[in-house]
T-cell receptor
Framework: AQKITQTQPGMFVQEKEAVTLDCTYD???????LFWYKQPSSGEMIFLIY??????QNATEGRYSLNFQKARKSANLVISASQLGDSAMYFC?????????????FGGGTRVLVKP | DTAVSQTPKYLVTQMGNDKSIKCEQN?????MYWYKQDSKKFLKIMFS???????INETVPNRFSPKSPDKAHLNLHINSLELGDSAVYFC?????????????FGPGTRLLVL
């Protein structure tokens, strides 16, 4: 079974509107972290936001917020007031457990194109 | 003041050659990783090192040999390159024990095997 599933391969969003990127995960480990990364066309991986499994509140970082629904095992990224520079691939990732060197398991990504 | 750097950025080579990719981080982190991103953009862990010790070796062919001379460096040597090795290779680093243990990625090395 896929550990991280991003069901939206691509989506368009109008500039200045909000967009929600879906991410569901599967783990039996009670301690885990969820991450979102942005990969623009230039190719680098940019860390956006983090949500820990024990965090009581949804994470926010500027225009990024994470809609964390633990019982449903979902961690959707919301980008508010989209800008042209938000056009990129977005990856959801999970780290299970707290051991040193634990890997990130990535979803397949969602390509976002912001229209002017 | 680049946090995680990789060299080279691009690598074009013939099948059968041996090549190395270097990674350095100046964040003071104790853990480093290599990930491979294939042509469909799928990212998968290859190796992780913590304090120069190998932690993860994720069923990678033994043609790939990582080496960590110190905590700030993790190099990747690839022997007998094959067409299927063409991909983007990302180095990353993190600090054990921090609340998030966020992994910060280098810019990637685009490897093309002809």
């Amino acid at each position: 079974a896929q550990k991280i599933t991003q069901t939206q391969p691509g989506m368009f969003v109008q500039e200045k509107e909000a967009v929600t990127l879906d991410c569901t995960y599967d783990t039996s480990d009670p301690s885990y972290g969820l991450f979102w990364y942005k990969q623009p066309s230039s190719g680098e991986m940019i860390f956006l936001i983090y949500q820990g499994s024990y965090d009581q509140q949804n994470a926010t970082e500027g225009r990024y917020s994470l809609n964390f629904q633990k019982a449903r095992k979902s961690a959707n990224l919301v980008i508010s007031a989209s800008q042209l520079g938000d056009s990129a691939m977005y990856f959801c990732a999970m780290r299970e457990g707290r051991a040193a060197g634990n890997k990130l398991t990535f979803g397949g990504g969602t390509r976002v194109l912001v229209k002017p | 003041d680049t946090a995680v750097s990789q060299t080279p950025k691009y690598l074009v080579t013939q099948m059968g050659n041996d090549k190395s990719i270097k990674c350095e981080q100046n964040l003071g982190h104790d853990t480093m990783y290599w990930y491979k991103q294939d042509s469909k953009k799928f990212l998968k862990i290859m190796f992780s090192y913590n304090n120069k010790e190998l932690i993860i070796n994720e069923t990678v062919p033994n043609r790939f040999s990582p080496k960590s001379p110190d905590k700030a460096h993790l190099n990747l040597h690839i022997n007998s390159l094959e067409l299927g090795d063409s991909a983007v290779y990302f180095c990353a680093s993190s600090q054990e024990g921090t609340p998030q243990e966020t992994q910060y990625f280098g810019p990637g090395t685009r490897l093309l095997v002809l």
